[in-house]
C-alpha cells in the first residue's frame, strides 16, 4: 500500500535526476557523487559544488539511515491529502552517503512515536504510474535501545 492517495501527483524526471529514477525502478537507491572528489550530493546538480568538476557517478547506498528532522502535516497541502488526518515529512540522513539528507516519509510509525534521531530503513513505495519512490519504515533496532 502506498504513503499517499493515488492521486497523489507523481514524480517527474528532470535533466539531472533520471538517473535517481531509472535507479528506483531497478530498488537501487543511488546517490549522484562527484567522480574526482567523491563528494555526495542531492538533489542532482551538474557540477560538484566542492570542487566545479562535472564528471558524475551515481552511488548505490542502503538506505539505513536516521531521521535528521520531522514535521507532522495536519492541513491538507494538497488536494490529494484532503483525506488524511496527518501525514510526516521526513528529512533521512543517510549512511555512507556524506552529508545527504533525503526529504521522504516514515511509514508504518504513528505521528507521536516518530523521533530525530530514530534508525530508519529503506523501503520502496509503489505509486499509481508504477514508479517506485524511496520511503522509510522505523529500523528493527530501535525496539532494542
Ligand atoms: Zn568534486
Not at 572528489?37 to 562535472?54: A, D, E, K, L, N
Not at 490529494?80 to 528529512?91: G, Q, W
Not at 530503513?121 to 529500523?139: E, I, M, N, T, Y
Amino acid at each position: 500500500m502506498s504513503y499517499f492517495p493515488d492521486e497523489m501527483p507523481v514524480p517527474v524526471a528532470g535533466p539531472d535526476d533520471g538517473p535517481f529514477w531509472e535507479a528506483c525502478r531497478k530498488r537501487e537507491l543511488r546517490i549522484q557523487c562527484c567522480a574526482d572528489c567523491g563528494t555526495f550530493r542531492h538533489p542532482p546538480v551538474p557540477v560538484c559544488y566542492h570542487c566545479r568538476s562535472q564528471n558524475t557517478d551515481w552511488k548505490q547506498v542502503s538506505g539505513d539511515g536516521e531521521v535528521f528532522s520531522y514535521t507532522i502535516a495536519t492541513h491538507p497541502t494538497h488536494p490529494a491529502v484532503k483525506s488524511m488526518a496527518s501525514y510526516n515529512v521526513a528529512v533521512v540522513m543517510l549512511d555512507g552517503a556524506g552529508d545527504v539528507r533525503l526529504i521522504s516519509n516514515v511509514m508504518e510509525i504513528a505521528d507521536e512515536n516518530l523521533s530525530i534521531g530514530m534508525r530508519v530503513k529503506l523501503c520502496w513505495d509503489q505509486l499509481s504510474d508504477g514508479q517506485l519512490v524511496p520511503r522509510f519504515v522505523p529500523a528493527q533496532e530501535n525496539a532494542h535501545g
